[in-house]
Protein backbone atom coordinates (compact mmCIF):
# COMPACT_ATOMS: atom_id res chain seq x y z
CA UNK A 1 0.00 0.00 0.00
CA UNK A 2 0.82 3.49 -0.72
CA UNK A 3 -0.40 6.71 0.70
CA UNK A 4 -0.44 10.26 -1.03
CA UNK A 5 -1.32 13.22 0.04
CA UNK A 6 -1.58 16.72 -1.70
CA UNK A 7 -0.58 19.91 -0.59
CA UNK A 8 0.31 23.23 -2.30
CA UNK A 9 -3.04 24.12 -4.18
CA UNK A 10 -4.65 27.34 -3.54
CA UNK A 11 -6.26 30.54 -5.11
CA UNK A 12 -3.40 32.48 -7.77
CA UNK A 13 -4.23 35.00 -10.43
CA UNK A 14 -3.53 34.45 -14.09
CA UNK A 15 0.28 33.92 -15.27
CA UNK A 16 1.15 33.01 -11.65
CA UNK A 17 2.32 30.10 -10.44
CA UNK A 18 2.14 27.41 -7.76
CA UNK A 19 4.20 24.59 -6.70
CA UNK A 20 1.69 21.32 -5.39
CA UNK A 21 3.36 18.50 -3.14
CA UNK A 22 2.72 14.81 -2.73
CA UNK A 23 4.44 13.20 0.11
CA UNK A 24 4.62 9.40 -0.34
CA UNK A 25 3.81 6.31 3.05
CA UNK A 26 4.28 3.37 2.74
CA UNK A 27 6.26 1.22 0.56
CA UNK A 28 9.72 2.27 -1.10
CA UNK A 29 9.11 5.54 -2.97
CA UNK A 30 11.81 4.55 -5.66
CA UNK A 31 9.56 1.23 -6.67
CA UNK A 32 6.38 3.49 -8.25
CA UNK A 33 6.07 5.33 -11.09
CA UNK A 34 4.15 8.90 -10.51
CA UNK A 35 1.75 11.10 -12.22
CA UNK A 36 -0.37 14.40 -12.02
CA UNK A 37 -3.57 14.42 -12.87
CA UNK A 38 -6.68 17.06 -12.51
CA UNK A 39 -10.47 17.18 -12.93
CA UNK A 40 -12.12 20.45 -13.66
CA UNK A 41 -15.79 20.56 -12.70
CA UNK A 42 -18.20 18.55 -15.02
CA UNK A 43 -14.92 17.35 -16.66
CA UNK A 44 -13.20 13.73 -16.95
CA UNK A 45 -10.74 13.36 -15.28
CA UNK A 46 -6.81 14.24 -17.10
CA UNK A 47 -3.42 13.14 -17.28
CA UNK A 48 -1.43 16.52 -16.73
CA UNK A 49 2.34 14.95 -15.90
CA UNK A 50 4.42 11.63 -15.21
CA UNK A 51 7.68 10.80 -14.01
CA UNK A 52 9.13 7.34 -14.11
CA UNK A 53 10.76 6.22 -11.00
CA UNK A 54 13.98 7.46 -11.04
CA UNK A 55 12.63 10.43 -12.61
CA UNK A 56 14.58 10.21 -15.45
CA UNK A 57 11.47 10.08 -17.62
CA UNK A 58 8.71 12.45 -18.41
CA UNK A 59 5.84 13.42 -19.94
CA UNK A 60 3.40 15.85 -19.90
CA UNK A 61 0.05 16.61 -21.45
CA UNK A 62 -0.07 19.63 -24.81
CA UNK A 63 -1.68 21.68 -22.80
CA UNK A 64 0.77 22.05 -19.95
CA UNK A 65 3.60 21.67 -21.99
CA UNK A 66 6.26 24.53 -21.36
CA UNK A 67 4.48 25.89 -18.59
CA UNK A 68 4.30 22.78 -15.51
CA UNK A 69 7.10 20.83 -14.58
CA UNK A 70 7.05 17.65 -13.20
CA UNK A 71 9.91 16.28 -10.92
CA UNK A 72 10.61 13.87 -7.68
CA UNK A 73 12.50 13.56 -4.83
CA UNK A 74 12.90 9.90 -3.56
CA UNK A 75 14.96 10.62 -0.51
CA UNK A 76 12.27 12.70 0.89
CA UNK A 77 9.01 10.42 -0.67
CA UNK A 78 8.22 13.48 -2.83
CA UNK A 79 6.43 14.55 -5.64
CA UNK A 80 6.29 17.94 -7.18
CA UNK A 81 4.53 20.08 -9.77
CA UNK A 82 5.64 23.35 -10.46
CA UNK A 83 2.88 25.35 -12.54
CA UNK A 84 4.19 28.79 -13.93
CA UNK A 85 2.00 30.67 -15.92
CA UNK A 86 -1.16 29.53 -15.07
CA UNK A 87 -4.39 30.05 -16.73
CA UNK A 88 -7.56 29.83 -15.89
CA UNK A 89 -8.19 26.67 -18.01
CA UNK A 90 -5.97 24.97 -15.39
CA UNK A 91 -8.66 25.28 -12.66
CA UNK A 92 -9.24 21.55 -11.20
CA UNK A 93 -9.00 19.84 -8.47
CA UNK A 94 -5.24 18.43 -8.67
CA UNK A 95 -4.15 14.58 -7.78
CA UNK A 96 -1.23 12.53 -7.64
CA UNK A 97 -1.33 9.13 -8.40
CA UNK A 98 1.26 5.96 -9.04
CA UNK A 99 1.94 2.58 -9.89
CA UNK A 100 4.95 -0.14 -8.83
CA UNK A 101 6.92 0.56 -11.99
CA UNK A 102 10.56 0.39 -11.85
CA UNK A 103 11.20 0.51 -15.66
CA UNK A 104 11.62 3.87 -17.41
CA UNK A 105 8.18 4.47 -18.81
CA UNK A 106 5.43 6.81 -17.93
CA UNK A 107 1.72 6.17 -18.35
CA UNK A 108 -0.75 8.06 -19.24
CA UNK A 109 -3.89 6.72 -18.51
CA UNK A 110 -5.72 7.02 -15.17
CA UNK A 111 -6.66 3.10 -15.05
CA UNK A 112 -3.26 1.70 -15.39
CA UNK A 113 -2.44 3.95 -11.80
CA UNK A 114 -3.12 1.82 -8.12
CA UNK A 115 -3.35 4.45 -5.80
CA UNK A 116 -4.55 8.05 -5.45
CA UNK A 117 -4.06 11.22 -3.65
CA UNK A 118 -7.15 12.97 -2.03
CA UNK A 119 -6.49 15.92 -4.05
CA UNK A 120 -5.84 19.45 -3.58
CA UNK A 121 -7.91 22.86 -5.31
CA UNK A 122 -6.29 24.97 -7.43
CA UNK A 123 -8.17 27.72 -8.47
CA UNK A 124 -7.06 30.38 -11.01
CA UNK A 125 -8.65 33.57 -11.37
CA UNK A 126 -9.19 36.27 -14.40
Known amino acids: QVQLVESGGGLVQAGGSLRLSCLAS????????MGWFRQAPGKEREFVAG????????YYADSVKGRFTISRDNTKKTLYLQMNSLKPEDTAVYYC???????????????????WGQGTQVTVSS
Open 97 to 115: AAYFSTRAVVRTTSDLYDY
Open 51 to 58: ISWSGGRT
Open 26 to 33: GRTFSDYA
